[in-house]
């Protein structure tokens, strides 16, 4: 089972796809890791996007869809993959099918850009030993400090309102069209995100299994 996971920024969908990639026993592959895994492996490609990271550039579409390439050639995805962050953009998923590669479900986390702002500014992390909080789901015992290690909780910059709303306008700019593309194509999976990950997890295997 070949899938592709979209949503936006904070809409859940890496913790999704770890639990899908448990549940099928297929890798969850995210663009990041690809990049990390060709840099470490000295790939052709990864030596390519080694090049344009050095010069503080972003590595080019056609650098990152060679890496994917790569990657989905490797043995452990014959029965199957979870794309987590790629295709990005309507020419990434157009060499995705120039690829031939047999996607069968587009499984799209809806959740609003309300209740991801609410929920991403509310993180919270220890300065010293990176345990996560949350102002709602995850609090500390005491405000603002750590229960492992008596540290600072502070809010990172990712997770500032304003950082939230200009990664979620680039979503919507250049992600989001991709449900339209791939409604058309017959592989979109619409999904609610809810707040408890079980029961999202629940509605996604309801809808790919019925």
Do not use: W
């Amino acid at each position: 089972m070949n899938i592709i996971m979209l949503g936006a920024p904070g809409a859940g969908k890496g913790t999704q796809a770890a639990v899908l990639s448990e549940h099928f026993g297929i890798p969850t592959i995210s663009t990041g890791n690809m990049i990390r895994e060709a840099l470490k492996n000295g790939t052709e490609m990864g030596l390519k996007a080694k090049s344009y990271m050095d010069e503080g550039k972003l590595v080019p579409d056609e650098v990152v869809i060679g890496i994917v390439k790569e990657r989905l050639a490797e043995d452990d995805c014959k029965k199957g993959f979870i794309l987590d962050g790629f295709p990005r953009t309507i020419p990434q998923a157009e060499a995705l099918d120039k690829m031939e590669v047999d996607i069968q479900y587009v499984i799209n986390l809806d959740v609003s850009d309300e209740r991801i702002i609410k929920r991403m500014s509310g993180r919270r992390v220890c300065e010293n030993c990176g345990r996560p909080y949350h102002l709602v789901n995850l609090k500390p015992k005491k405000d603002g400090v750590c229960d492992d290690c008596g540290g600072t909780l502070v809010q990172r910059k990712d997770d500032h309102p304003d950082t939230v709303l200009a990664r979620l306008d680039v979503y919507h700019k250049e992600t989001e069209p991709l449900a339209a593309y791939y409604k058309k194509q017959g592989k979109l999976v619409d999904v609610v995100g809810q707040d408890d990950v079980d029961e999202t997890t629940d509605l996604i295997l309801k809808a790919i299994e019925a």
